[in-house]
C-alpha cells in the first residue's frame, strides 16, 4: 500500500472516531501532562506516592486503635483524617494511574459525577475537620483540666459528622448544578480528573453566573474553618505567651506544630484554586496544584503527624518490636527435623 492510499484510509478512521467521541456521553480525561514523553516514569512515581499514602493512612488508623494511649480526642480526630486522606487519594489516582497505561482515557458522564461528588464531599469534609481540630487544640491548652469533659465522646462524633455532612451539603448542591450544563462539542477535560472549573469549559452555555456562585460557595467554606482555626491558635497564643514553665510552652507548640503544618500545607493550595482570581490561573498551574493536594497531601499528613508526634512514634516502635518478638517465637518453636 503506498503512502497516499494509507493516508487516505486513516483520515476517514479518525474522523469517525472524533465524531464517536463528540456524540458520546463519555469524557475525555488528558491527564496531568497532555503528551508525557514517559509515561511509565510518571506512572511509577504517582504509584509509588498512592502506596506510600494508603498504606500510611492505614497504619495511622490501625495505631490509634490497637494503642491504648492514642485513645483521646485528638487521636480520634486524627484517625478519621486519615481515612479522609485514605479515600480522597482513592477518588482520583487509580483511575489517573489506568489512564497512564491505557489509549482510552475516557470517563463515564455518571463516573465523571460521581468524582466530582465524592471530590467536594471529602475536600470539603477535611476543610471543616481541620477546623474542628484546631478547636480541640485549643482546649487542650487553654482548658487542660476541663479538656475530658468538653471534648467528650458525643462532642467528638458531632464534629466527625459534622464535617462530613457540610462536606457532603457542598458535593449534593454543586454536583448537579454542573453537570446538567449542556456539554457539546469537545469532550476532552485538561485534567487528570473531573475537576469542575476544567469540565465547566466544556459547556456550550455561559456558566459565569454559576461559577460566580461557586466561588462564593467555596470561599463561605474556607472563612468558616479558617475563623475557627484563627480564633483558636490566638487565644493558644496567648495562653503560651503567658505560661511561667518552659516545659509547658514546649509541649503546647510540639501539640499544635503538627496541625499547623498540615493546615497550611491544605489551605495553601485550597486558598489558590478557589480564592485567586481567574487571571492567576492556567490550565497547566491549575493541574499542578490539584496533583498537589489530591496526591502529596495525604501522603504527607500522616507522615508528619508520626514523624513529629512521640506518642505515635512510640506506638510504632511498640508495635514493631511485639510483631519481631512473635516472629522470633514462632521461628523458636518450630520442631525440629528426625
Known sequence: MSQEDYESTELPCTLEMEAIYQNSTDFILLGLITHPAFPGLIFAVVFSIFVVAVTANLVMIMLIRVDSRLHTPMYFLLSQLSIMDTVYICITVPKMLQDLLSEEKTISFLGCALQIFLYLTLIGGEFFLLGLMAYDRFVAVCNPLRYPIIMSPRVCWFM?????????????????????????GSREINHFFCEIPAVLKLSCTDTSLYETLMYACCVLMLL???????????????????????????????????????????????????????SYHTPEKDKVVSAFYTILTPMLNPLIYSLRNRDVAAALRKVLRKHTFSQRLQVGHVPGKY
Open 160 to 184: 466527625v459528622l459534622g464535617s462530613w455532612a457540610g462536606g457532603s451539603l457542598d458535593g449534593f448542591m454543586l454536583t448537579p448544578v454542573t453537570m446538567s450544563f449542556p456539554y457539546c
Open 224 to 278: 468558616i474553618p479558617i475563623s475557627f482555626i484563627s480564633v483558636s491558635y490566638t487565644r493558644i497564643l496567648i495562653t503560651v505567651y503567658y505560661m511561667s514553665s518552659a516545659e509547658g510552652r514546649r509541649k503546647a507548640f510540639t501539640t499544635c506544630s503538627s496541625h499547623i503544618i498540615v493546615v497550611s500545607i491544605f489551605y495553601g493550595a485550597a486558598f489558590y484554586t478557589n480564592v485567586l482570581p481567574h
